[in-house]
């Protein structure tokens, strides 16, 4: 007879088998190189990064989430017809992503995520866009990793701590540039030069907001 051992819960997140999950939507990508591309969003709960301008907040706290298994999430996930999948938070990498992206593949998903490379690379991701924050630095591994590096700007000074941080990727990395949305109206133009000035770097918006779908 198999044995079946009974986890807690701890320790089930801590496996990956379950994980904290703040929302999880069917909707478009807004941001990136797959804007405009359906996609289905699982907002992991927690993060340790503490942007000022972020704008999920209610993600930090892991503890006022509920836990789901795993094969909950891909059961929900399955239920839209689109496959591509898109793990974001919170801070994402904070979780075992090894058996949940395992099981996303099963299921014939391309997996991206959305992170601040903050915590080691756990699981199958397809696509990596990093998103670095002044206020923890990303692991030194996370520039090899990266598909595409996408810097929100706050203030101008930011524009430049992006283009010394770039020379640490790697030559395939696609490089983005994205206003911080609470300043857009005087950074936005200021992206605009930028980017006709330097064609290596693309202009991301997040368009969601502007069209007001999640
Ligand atoms: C909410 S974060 C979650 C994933 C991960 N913690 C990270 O920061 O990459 C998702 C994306 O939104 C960006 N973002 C967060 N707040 C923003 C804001 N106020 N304006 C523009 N982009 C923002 C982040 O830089 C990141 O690229
Ligand atoms: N539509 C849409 N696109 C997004 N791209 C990255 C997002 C995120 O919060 O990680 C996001 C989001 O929250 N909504
Ligand atoms: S790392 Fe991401 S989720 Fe965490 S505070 Fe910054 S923008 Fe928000
Ligand atoms: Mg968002």
Redesign the pocket.
Known sequence: MVKKIDYSLKERVKLGNALPVMEAFY??????AYTGQAAY?I?LAGCDVGCVWC??KESWEQDAHPVLDIEEIISNAKEHPGRLA?I?GGEPLMHNLAPLTKRLKDEGFHINI?TSGTHQFTGHLDYITLSPKKFKKPVEEAYQLASEFKVVVYHKSDIQWAINLSEKLNKDCKLYIQPEWSKRQEVTPMLVEFVKNNPEWQLSL?T?KYID??
């Open positions: 909707t478009i990508q807004g941001e990136g969003f907002r704008d999920v898109i974001t959305e997040q969601h779908i999640p």
